[in-house]
Structures are given as structure tokens and as C-alpha cells.
């Protein structure tokens, strides 16, 4: 029986309507462009490659597919040094080693066959990539390769067969391919330049911050309990800032941290002392906090009420 607290497989959108509305019921607030890009890699198979900066919904996007089409989730978190043991397959070696003592000690066997026997699926650990391509019974997983900058060049390379053939090749073993391809969403905070060999393989899209209208939507799903005119205040304010020349702009992430952290302390309007107090919560760098307090923040604000006036 299944479990009802699971999400049931869905069908792939057969629009781009379709795939906002998918969007939607996974509470992401899109764009249509976003919607077209990832109607079409669903479509016609090809990996999404999304690229902005930090915070800004990159990685919510493979999580909200994943649970909307009630599919596996497979996160290959990337990071420097990051090697084929980790993001692809490494040997069960004492298990192999087990075997080779049981071997000699039984002596049932010669060295070929065994060589060739402990070089088995049995004793192959599968990590992400090689995950992926394993058949499951709720339909291709959602293979979200998360933070593709902070890897090095040699891995890039590595991943051109995974992403363009959607197999892996395993000397012991030969050629795994996937049955039906994952779908796959890399994502990059664009700190280096990706190579052009490997975002030719995948549909791109950048995805930008989100203008004023959509930011407030985004509260208004993701936090509830913010009140309106708050809400359009903390908006106003994170949208001034990203106009500064701060060492590190605040993202979506920041700016529902900073709504739902004013809501807790019941603040209803902004002023420059709750703004100076709380603003650990939108900013992370010392300098920039230090930058924006004070006379930069009562400034600011005092720009968004008066606009929010203006507009009615």
C-alpha cells in the first residue's frame, strides 16, 4: 500500500501554463520565462542549468520538481576537491577483501574468476551520479548537481558524458545507462566561469532577483504571517539595498528570514532603530552591516514610506 504522506508521481506538464501552475503547488513563485526553460529541458530531455547569485530560488526549484512529480530527490552538493568516489561510484573494498580471505581460505576458486567476481554490482557503492541512472519505480529522479562553481575544471569534464549520453563508464564494469534520463538541474553562483562544453549540453537560464511585485508574492507565500504593510516595507527596503554597493546583496532567502524574524518580535511598521537591530538577519558581512546602519538606514526607509504614500 502506499504511504498518503508521500507525494504520488505526476506526469510531466504538457505546457509551459502547466509547469507554472506546478510551480505554484510546490509554493515557488516563477516567472514564465523560468517556466518555459524548464518546460522545455522536461520536454525534450536535456539538463536546466540555472545560474545567478546565492539565494535567489536556484536550488528550491529542483526540491519543488521533485515533490511535485513525486520524485526521488538526488543531491550532489559540490564543493573543491569533490572526486568520482564521492559524486560517482568507489569499490566496497573491505567487503572485497572479505571475500578474497574466504576465497583463500576455502580455495574454490582461481585468481581470474575471482578478479572477476569482486568486481561485481555487489560490491559497487553507488553515490549520486551513479544513483541517478538506477531505475525507480516512481519515475526518473531529480539529479540536482547544486553549486557547480565551487568544483574544479577536471570534474567539468567528467560530467560531459554523465550530461550529454546520461550513462557513466565504469572500467570493472563497462558502460551503465540510464533506462529513462533523470532530470537534472545544475546549479551555479557563478564565482567562475563554467565551460562552454558543458552548458552546451544543458538549457540555461539565469535566474535573476525578483522585482518588487513578485518579491511580495513570494512573502506572501512563503510567510504567511507577515503583515501586508510590513511586508511592503521590508520589500521596498530590500529592493533599495540591492541598488548599494554592498560586498554581498541580500537574496529571496534573506529578505523571508528577515519578514518572518519581524513578525516574531510582533514589529508591525519599520523603523531605523528595528532596522538597525535586525538587520544581522538580512545582511552577513560586518562591513556591510556597518555600511547600511544608521543614517544609511533611516535614509532608506524614510525613501520607501515615502513611495509607499505616494502610491496609494
Sequence with gaps: MSDPTQPQPRALPESVDDTLALLAAGDYVGERSLATSLFLALKLKRPLFLEGEAGVGKTEIAKVLSHALGRSLIRLQCYEGLDVASAVYEWNYPRQMLE?????????????????????????????????LTPDLAGPPVLLIDELDRTDEPFEAYLLEVLSDFQISIPELGVIKAEHPPIVVVTSNRTREIHDALKRRCFYHWVDYPDAERERRIIEVKAPGTPAALSAQVVGFVQKLRQEDLFKLPGVAETLDWAQALTE??????????????LGTLLKYQDDIERVRG??????????????????
Design 100 to 132: 578474497i580471505r574466504l576465497t583463500e581460505a576455502v580455495g574454490d576458486r582461481d585468481r581470474d574468476s575471482l578478479a572477476e567476481d569482486i568486481f561485481g554490482e555487489q560490491f559497487l557503492i553507488r553515490r549520486p551520479l551513479l544513483q541517478s
Design 265 to 278: 518580535l510582533d514589529v508591525l511598521e519599520l523603523d531605523p532603530a528595528t532596522i538597525n537591530d535586525t
Design 295 to 312: 543614517e544609511e538606514a533611516a535614509r532608506l526607509i524614510g525613501e520607501v514610506k515615502a513611495e509607499l504614500a505616494a502610491a496609494g
